[in-house]
């Protein structure tokens, strides 16, 4: 019942002309008081909707203001999300770097404590000396580069740790080996591929198959001096070559030269009259190799030396060797026909 009355006053509020008409001619008499002239109905519909517009417009710009500041907080938050992330990655980066190096430091350490690889003998039987670098790897600490599973697979496809080891032990293997680590090298990368060779497991094992497959060696010194045989009669020929062809160039030089060496030699010939006591006697020299002869390419006498001798101290090599200047041409004068 109570119910039923509440929504019947609610519908004769909702429906009261007389109520409604008092309310306009007060509304329209208080704008006639306050001088207000009533704008037509289109130019109320126009300002609404103006006004209306103008809201949308701020709450738009509004709205992408609130959205651009929660883009910016957005990016700053990543920004230092990632900042923080990449200086935990370099702390951790460098947690794991120093981690390694204490680690590698202490198997530095163990195995210089287990001290050098045994020498590779030169001479004899192999057995002892792999018996001995198989005790000096167990106690370098270095077991884990001649597994199974690390001779079977690439140095650089291995663990950092097995990789290591392998690069160590091949190192000090290396030492070990002396001369003959070149050749080693070589069968170790002709059997497993180039680079190979930093592998220690892999190269112990290359010795060891040499080890089980020929037993004894061929003396290491007899095949040195027979290499340094080979390599002496190779540069013995090479010398004989080369002298051969030196001696022809020579020949041929010669064969070239002679003829214009000998004319400058009887172009040099100079002669001379020496004074001997009250006689003048001729002398020829040769400016070139300063040899001396008489008439008909005699030999000259002592006395004749000892003048030439006396000469050339007076004048002096040079002006005793240079040519006679020409006679002056004489002119044709007056009178001459």
């Known amino acids: 019942g109570q119910q039923q009355q509440q929504q019947q006053q609610m519908w004769q509020q909702l429906h009261r002309p007389a109520f409604h008409r008092r309310t306009r001619r007060q509304r329209s008499a208080a704008r006639c008081a306050c001088n ?3 704008k037509a109905p289109e130019n109320r519909a126009n300002a609404r909707r103006t006004a209306r517009r103008a809201r ?6 509004m709205a992408a203001v609130r959205l651009q500041a929660a883009m910016r907080r957005r990016l700053a938050c990543r920004r230092a999300a990632a900042m923080q992330l990449g200086q935990q990655r370099i702390a951790d980066a460098e947690v794991c770097r120093l981690a390694l190096m ?3 430091r202490c198997v530095k350490q163990q195995l210089h404590s287990a001290g050098r ?3 590779y003998p030169a001479v004899g039987s192999l057995e002892p000396w ?8 167990a106690v370098a600490g270095l077991e884990m580069a001649i597994t199974h599973d690390a001779r079977a697979s690439c140095v650089r ?3 950092f740790k097995v990789q290591r080891a392998c690069v160590l032990l091949a190192d000090e293997l290396e030492r070990a080996l002396g001369p003959f680590a070149a050749g080693v090298r070589a069968a170790v990368e002709r059997a497993f591929g180039n680079g190979e060779s930093a592998h220690g497991g892999r190269m112990l094992q290359v010795i060891m198959q040499g080890v089980q497959t020929q037993g004894e060696r061929l003396n290491a010194a007899e095949r040195a001096e027979r290499a340094a045989t080979v390599h002496a009669q190779a540069v013995q020929e090479v010398v004989r070559q080369q002298n051969t062809h030196e001696i022809a160039a020579a020949d041929a030089a010669e064969f070239v030269l002679a003829p214009g060496r000998e004319g400058r030699l009887k172009k040099a010939w100079r002669q001379k009259l020496i004074h001997v006591g009250i006689q003048r006697k001729l ?5 070139i190799t300063c040899e001396l002869k008489g008439v008909a390419g005699k030999v000259l006498e002592p006395a004749l030396l000892a003048a030439v001798r006396d000469e050339v101290d007076k004048e002096g090599l040079a002006e005793f060797l240079r040519l006679p200047s020409p006679p002056p041409i004489r002119g044709r004068g007056r009178g001459r026909g």
């Open 36 to 38: 207000t002239p009533r």
């Open 56 to 61: 949308q417009r701020e709450a738009a710009c």
């Open 102 to 104: 204490a680690e590698h």
């Open 117 to 119: 690889c045994p020498a």
């Open 130 to 137: 792999v018996e001995q670098v198989g005790k000096w790897v």
């Open 157 to 159: 496809l291995l663990p």
């Open 283 to 287: 002398v020829f020299v040769n400016a």
